[in-house]
């Protein structure tokens, strides 16, 4: 089983930067597809970004291509997200996640992932 622990979450304005830590302990790292998703109140969690397992292939959310960059480092046993040119509606808590199976189409796929970080919070302030 992994354990997933998110960092990096804060305060900051619009059109600021901020990076997102996801570390894992447990299991085999390298063995597993890592995603960030994101929740607001009274919402569905929704996905932001996915990576395979060896982080040659990535995958965004449509309306979130061109600001976020995810990756991974393996040695580390790190995910991480990194959020440029950031709004108002990009508030909400980013979750880490992980999976084994990397089946085509399925990686923003959230019923998918069964294992979860307790989230990280971040506000996006005008």
């Known amino acids: 089983q992994v354990l997933l622990v998110e960092s990096g979450g804060g305060l900051v304005q619009a059109g600021g930067s901020l990076r997102l830590s996801c570390a894992a302990s447990g299991g085999t790292f390298s063995n597993h597809v890592l995603g960030w998703f994101r929740q607001t109140p009274g919402k569905d969690r929704e996905a932001v970004a996915a990576?395979?397992?060896?982080?040659?292939?990535?995958y965004y959310a449509d309306t979130l291509k061109g600001r976020f960059t995810i990756s991974r480092d393996n040695a580390k046993r790190a995910v991480y997200l990194q959020m440029n040119s950031l709004l108002l509606e990009d508030t909400a808590v980013y979750f880490c996640?992980?999976?084994?199976?990397?089946?085509?189409?399925?990686?923003?796929?959230?019923?998918?992932?069964?294992?979860w970080g307790q989230g990280t919070q971040v506000t996006v302030s005008s």
């Open positions: 990576i395979s397992k060896d982080g040659s292939s990535t």
């Open positions: 996640a992980a999976k084994l199976v990397s089946l085509s189409g399925t990686y923003l796929r959230r019923a998918s992932y069964p294992y």
